[in-house]
């Protein structure tokens, strides 16, 4: 059903629930509370040499030299790089994920501050940062293109002289959509509602930044790199084809990590120099970046420049949307995103709304800025969509002097409708959003709050309610549309059960946090009915575990999860003809209940999957053209993406003398499809909903007309404490996608991507006394105060 | 220079820089990798430790400023075997994602139960507000708290370990419906 889920899901520890999907505690948190969680900080290597990066202090200039000989006499150091270093090596420039290229080192010129210009080997942390300072660099200082609307304009400077024939800063142009049938339909509606919409560039900031150990065996020929990577398969075969080297020859390992929301997913310069690093000293060298360094080199999220456009008739009845884009990819374009997909999965800003048509049209500039843009938990730009039409919706609803609500349940696509062919070609899986937005209504207690805003509002005290409803794709894809670089987007996953009927399950995919070691064993318990304290899951490193894509997008429970459920699958349905020997009967003949098989009509007569993986192992024959063993794999190619929804609803309160907004409720209600474990899904939810808060309110990578980085530590870089987040209060539905092997759905992202449009349209809401439509993020105080004065401004 | 200091119970003295932090004498020196480092400006929080009882972010304490002082890091919150309620609420109220942030949250917050062993929401907030978590939301950070400060009082007034406080289940139970 798509109302509430009705599993028992109260027991509190593992053991009264010996299998499968339900609240279960972590299997990882026992050492993560002792202090024993090993991040790659933690490598430390006998002999191990420290890396620091020189970085350019300018936005745009020329390199005329780079004097490194009083660094290389610096106590302790071991070697210093230049690019010109690397140029021999033929490594100064790497691909990017998006088919571009990305200096490992400038050699020409530097594109923004803080590119990597050069690095020291030394002996210890300490000792490499000293001998940065004695470099010196002479720059030939250049204009820099900083803002995105001035990047093609004609004279504005070149900041891609590197590539052949580039003569402007064009990065790439996009469109999806029908743009003549959507012009048509704009044309016949009562009612046009335009709106410009900044998503500012906002940084994924997790509490460990990226860093990598390097430990090359030059005898053997082998390289091994602890790396903070969200996917260590794809990062272990880019790096292969870069250095000529086989896979097997490099072992990438992603041990704990500290947090990635999609800030680890590229290859970074410095994962390159701390290689390199180790290929000429011939020794382990670590690298592990600051804050500064994270913040002001490291992928960036978001920084589109949109206008938002919605036609609609008189009563409420929403037509089509219309949306022009500029993007801003900094000075490289190091989107990760599937290759068919510059843009990401934006396609999908028609929304969860029945239209007649829709058409975007997008401009990418490069500027001297950081690279990066996919990034923050935002499912491939989904993001930036869900938040132009759940803006552009309200402003709508402004515009009708229309509860935002009921334009909202209005429009909605109906559950008969699905899968639902979008105007842009995305085929929705299964949604059913009026039970989800009304549940969600219920429990904010929409009416009496918009009762007590009216009252509030009579008195001159300033409270918003806002509500945004968002559709996701997630769980890229299906390998006929999605791939990175050549790599389709599916997953491997191995199970192999043991003669004493314990399990090993390696996956392809990591985790950044999000539980793995405890949803996979449910996941495979479920199915094969070996508890999940007894399934040991293996994963994040290429030695130990099959090829996939890694963890990102919310990728891991649609695509790894569906291979975790099906090599399963595959397992049982060996077990079962060993059963079938054991009881002496055919495999028609039995019953599976979780964890044995069951002779049908006389239950006492059953085996075990623990005593099928002794026979698998053991003495005795096995039914003809059984192999010995009990183990399976598989490669896991999903065939659509996983389309989750969900209803939030924000209560805000300004303050008139202080314009300071304080979000008093948010209400969410998600529906991920079949819910495996209740207890980590919550846990994503929230985190991801206090992200929305630091979008919506605090967090801006904002420049200056040089392009010097204004966020460039956690003091400028404002991230939401406990302080200015509420009490989450979270419900859901569940509404199982059809073609994944157990009905679930991606939720990691869903809260980032949804709850930035819930807080903005709260704040405006609470504005609309001034007269307020629009407003863009951050609204700090400042920006708030100049909103309730007629004076909002773009943040760039 | 020479510095001796006590760690977690342990006299220890080394043979320092003059200019190594707190964070990285524990971390590389000692090889307590428990204590994390995320910032460098004191804005993070992932580094604290306790000197002398008292939380301290260990990225802006010198090594030698901690000389002939009593060092507390997450690994010393353990008895043996045995996991401090702090940790343990933790666990059963899902305090944790990722785990960097969890080592100073958790010395932040045994120190504040050491202080006040009943502290309401809003000071729990209060205390762990010089810190970051990029995954948890603070909710179940401030249950986990929650939960340890209804154990231990159950615990201090002899409740055996089977009749355990209907309040500390009801935060425990907190994520799993809607």
Redesign the interface.
């Known amino acids: 059903m798509t109302a ?2 009705e599993r028992a ?2 027991f ?1 520890d593992n053991d009264q629930k010996p299998v499968g999907h339900g ?1 279960m ?2 299997k ?12 790659v ?2 490598v ?1 290597l006998p002999g191990m040499l420290h890396l620091a990066i020189l970085r350019s202090p300018v936005a745009h200039a020329r390199i005329v030299s780079i004097d490194t000989s009083a660094a290389e006499a610096s106590p302790g150091v071991k070697a210093v790089v230049t690019g010109a270093t690397l140029a021999g090596l033929g490594l100064a420039w790497m691909p990017t994920l998006s088919n571009d290229v990305q200096a490992v080192l400038a050699t020409d010129k530097v594109r923004f501050q803080g590119q990597e210009v050069a690095f020291v080997v030394a002996e ?3 000792a490499a940062r000293d001998a940065l300072e004695l470099i010196d660099v002479e720059y030939d200082v250049l204009d820099p293109v900083i803002d995105a609307r001035r990047a093609l304009e004609p004279g504005a400077p070149l900041i891609r002289d590197d590539l052949q024939g580039k003569e402007n800063n064009h990065c790439f142009d996009w469109e999806t959509g029908d743009e003549a049938a959507t012009a048509a339909v704009f044309a016949r509606a009562d009612v046009v509602v335009q709106q410009d919409i900044v998503y500012p560039r906002v940084h ?6 990226c860093g990598s150990v390097a430990d090359f065996d030059p005898v053997e020929g082998r390289l091994k790199l602890w790396s903070t990577t969200q996917a260590p398969h794809a990062h272990r075969t880019l790096y292969a084809i870069v250095a000529g080297l086989p896979e097997h020859k490099i072992q990438v390992i992603s041990p ?4 990635g ?1 999609g800030n680890k997913v590229p290859i970074y310069p410095g994962y390159v120099c701390s290689i390199v690093g180790s290929i000429v000293t011939g020794k382990p060298v670590k690298w592990m970046e ?3 360094e994270n913040l002001i080199s490291t992928g960036f999220a978001r920084d589109y420049i949109m206008r938002g456009e919605i036609a609609a008739t008189r009563d409420g009845r929403i037509l089509a949307i219309r949306t022009d884009v500029l993007a801003d990819h900094g000075a490289f374009n190091g989107t990760a995103a599937p290759v068919k997909y510059p843009a990401g999965f934006f396609g999908v800003f028609t929304g969860s709304y029945d239209i007649e048509a829709a058409y975007c049209k997008m401009t990418a500039v490069y500027t001297n800025k950081a690279p990066g843009g996919v990034a923050y938990a935002c499912s491939f730009r989904i993001t930036e969509a869900v938040y132009l039409v759940e803006r552009i919706v309200d402003c709508l609803a402004a515009e009708l002097e229309m509860d935002p609500a009921e334009l909202r349940l209005k429009n909605f696509i109906k559950p008969e409708q699905f899968p639902y062919t979008t105007k842009t070609g995305w085929v929705y899986d299964s949604g059913n959003y009026e039970p989800t937005m009304r ?1 969600a209504m219920d429990m904010a207690g929409y009416a009496e709050l918009r009762h007590e805003q009216a009252e509030k509002r009579a008195r001159g005290e300033l409270m918003g309610i806002g509500i945004a409803f968002f559709t996701e794709a997630v769980g890229a894809g299906p390998r006929k549309d999605m791939d990175i670089l050549g790599l389709g987007m599916a997953d491997g996953c191995e199970l192999r059960v043991h003669p004493t009927g314990k399990a090993v399950v390696r996956l392809s995919v990591q985790s ?4 793995h070691e405890t949803t996979f064993a449910q996941i495979v318990a479920e199915e094969i009915g070996i508890p999940p304290a007894d399934i040991d899951v293996v994963h994040g490193d290429t030695d130990q575990t099959p090829f996939g894509l890694g963890t990102y997008g919310s990728r891991s429970t649609p695509v790894s999860g569906a291979a975790a459920a099906l090599v399963a699958r595959k397992v049982r349905d060996k077990a079962r003809i060993i059963a079938s020997g054991m009881l002496e009967v055919s495999v028609a003949d039995l019953d599976w209940e979780k964890g044995a098989f069951h002779v049908k009509g006389d239950p006492g007569k059953s085996v075990t999957i623990q005593d099928i993986a002794m026979r698998a192992h053991g003495a005795g024959d096995l039914p003809e053209g059984v192999e010995g063993g009990l183990e399976a794999q598989i490669c896991y190619n999903p065939s659509n993406l996983t389309y989750p929804h969900g209803a939030y609803i924000c209560v805000v309160d300004i303050d008139p003398g202080t314009a300071q907004v304080k979000v008093r409720r948010f209400i969410a209600v998600d529906d991920c499809g079949t819910r495996i474990n ?3 899904i ?10 929305g808060v630091g979008m919506a309110l605090m967090e801006m990578i904002a420049f200056d007309e040089d392009g010097n980085c204004l966020g460039a ?3 400028d870089y404002l ?1 939401p ?3 200015e ?1 509420p ?2 209060e ?3 539905t569940v509404t199982p996608s059809p073609h994944h092997p157990i009905g679930a759905k991606g939720v990691g992202e869903s809260a980032t991507v949804g709850s930035p449009p819930a807080i903005v349209n709260a704040v405006v809401d609470a504005l609309k006394p001034f007269g307020v439509r629009h407003a863009d993020m951050p609204l700090t105080p400042s920006r708030v105060w100049d909103a309730m004065r007629g004076q909002a401004t773009p943040p760039i | 220079m020479q510095v001796t200091m006590t760690v977690n119970d342990v006299e220890v003295t080394r043979e320092i ?1 003059g ?2 932090l707190l964070v ?1 004498f524990l ?2 020196v000692l ?11 004191s ?2 929080g ?1 580094c604290v430790v306790w000197m002398d009882g008292e939380p301290v972010k260990s990225c802006t304490v010198l090594a030698a400023m901690a000389g002939g002082h009593e060092v507390r ?3 010393g ?2 008895k043996g075997a045995e ?1 401090d309620p702090i ?1 343990q609420g ?3 109220c ?1 305090g ?8 100073g949250m ?1 010395m932040t917050t045994r120190a504040l139960l050491n202080n006040n062993p009943d502290p309401p ?1 809003a000071e ?3 205390a ?15 249950r986990s708290v929650r939960w340890a400060a209804v154990h231990e009082a159950a615990a201090a007034a002899g409740v055996t370990e089977t009749t355990e406080s209907p309040e500390a ?1 009801e935060i ?2 907190a ?4």
């Open positions: 509430v889920h899901d109260t509190h609240r505690l972590r990882e948190d026992p050492r993560f509370v002792r202090g024993r969680g090993r991040y900080d933690d430390q210890d942390r300490y994924p900031a997790p509490m460990e930044t704990d990590i500290g947090g929301f600051d804050r500064s549940l950044q946090g999000q539980g209740p207890m980590i919550e846990g994503q939810v929230h985190g991801g909903l206090t992200d530590s956690l003091m991230i404490t406990a302080l987040v009490d989450w979270t419900g859901f | 820089e200019r190594l990285h971390r590389d090889g307590l990798t428990g204590t994390h480092w995320g910032c460098d400006t804005n993070c992932t890091t997450v690994e919150l353990a996991l940790q933790f666990i059963q899902h944790l994602q990722c785990g960097f942030c969890t080592p958790m929401d729990i907030r209060e762990i507000s010089g810190q970051i978590c990029r995954c948890t939301g603070y909710a179940t950070i401030v289940d425990a139970a994520g799993s419906v809607a």
